[in-house]
């Protein structure tokens, strides 16, 4: 059974830093490129970040590009966003997934492409 679980949420000044985890069981972490997603209420889901399978490649939606930075360890089967100069707009559920090299070698802005999904974590930055 395949798990992706995100940790390190929470509340935040703007201007802030706080760094998320997610820890993926159940799959054989190496074949995935990983993805960050966020999702603000009312709003879509929307792509922030991605790493490929061996993490040597990154890219990143615009509005978070030069703020936060994606990383993985496969030795842990973890994935990572340092983010930093949070902003009250960043407020939002932050999702990682899972896609399998082979569609995406470097991950996807597509939401439905994703093959595992975690279950979210709570990120609130303060005014």
């Known amino acids: 059974q395949v798990q992706l679980v995100e940790s390190g949420g929470g509340l935040v000044q703007a201007g802030g830093s706080l760094r998320l985890s997610c820890a993926a069981s159940?799959?054989?972490?190496?074949?995935?490129?990983m993805g960050w997603f966020r999702q603000a209420p009312g709003k879509e889901r929307k792509f922030v970040a991605a790493?490929?399978?061996?993490?040597?490649?990154?890219y990143y939606a615009d509005s978070v590009n030069g703020r936060f930075t994606i990383s993985r360890d496969n030795a842990k089967n973890t994935v990572y966003l340092q983010m930093n100069s949070l902003k009250p707009e960043d407020t939002a559920v932050y999702y990682c997934?899972?896609?399998?090299?082979?569609?995406?070698?470097?991950?996807?802005?597509?939401?439905?492409?994703?093959?595992?999904w975690g279950q979210g974590t709570q990120v609130t930055v303060s005014s």
């Open positions: 997934a899972a896609i399998i090299f082979s569609r995406h070698w470097v991950g996807t802005e597509c939401v439905p492409e994703y093959d595992y």
């Open positions: 159940g799959l054989t972490f190496s074949k995935y490129a």
């Open positions: 790493v490929s399978r061996g993490g040597s490649a990154t």
